[in-house]
């Protein structure tokens, strides 16, 4: 009865075909590293090899020296710590993705709150982002609000948004 147990065979680790679908997903989330700017790579919980990979690729013009340079990089990520925190992050710059639509709503309604709340929704804000310069944020909201008031259009309410939702990236990369 115990010849059966005997007969299967013992489970080794994923497929040669899982690890090379795995090697070819990190290799395409470094095609993606490459296309960020020096900025948005500076945000990113990377390895120093890992931003010399990059930067050293971006030097490459050759075809097949670009392909096995990308299977470096590729092989530079498996090492890394966390690659599903640094996928997040990375689709977080994408302007399609769900993230980067889910910052930009939220980074809409704060906005809307501080010209229509003023001061009260500033210090809810400062609750849940405490890094923001609160000095700053409040004459952010005050000259948007005053914008809103007087039906110009000097561009206070877009200021406000782009600091709002720079607060909320720094928030949530802290977070992953």
Same mark, same amino acid.
């Given at each position: 009865m115990n010849d059966t147990q005997d007969d299967l065979p013992e489970y080794s680790g994923p497929?040669?075909?899982q690890l090379k679908r795995d090697m070819h997903r990190l290799q395409d989330l470094g095609k993606r590293m490459l296309e960020l700017s020096n900025d948005q790579l500076d945000t990113l919980p990377i390895s120093t090899t890992l931003r010399a990979a990059i930067e /050293?690729?971006?030097r490459i013009r050759q075809n097949e020296a670009k392909r096995r340079h990308l299977q470096y990089i590729g092989k530079i990520i498996r090492q890394e710590d966390d690659t599903e925190g640094l996928t997040r992050a990375? #689709? !977080?710059f994408d302007?399609?993705? /769900? /993230?980067h639509t889910r910052r930009h709503h939220l980074a809409e309604r704060w906005r809307d709150r501080m010209i229509e709340e003023g001061d009260s929704a500033v210090g809810e804000f400062?609750?849940?982002c405490?890094? !923001? #310069?609160i000095q700053h944020l409040r004459n952010l909201a005050r000259n948007a609000r005053r914008d809103m008031q007087n039906e110009k259009n000097t561009g206070q309410p877009r200021k406000l948004f782009r600091y709002l939702r720079e607060c909320i990236d720094d928030v949530e990369a802290a977070s992953d």
């Open positions: 497929s040669k075909s /050293e690729s971006r990375i #689709d !977080a302007a399609g993705s /769900e /993230e400062l609750n849940y405490t890094t !923001a #310069d």
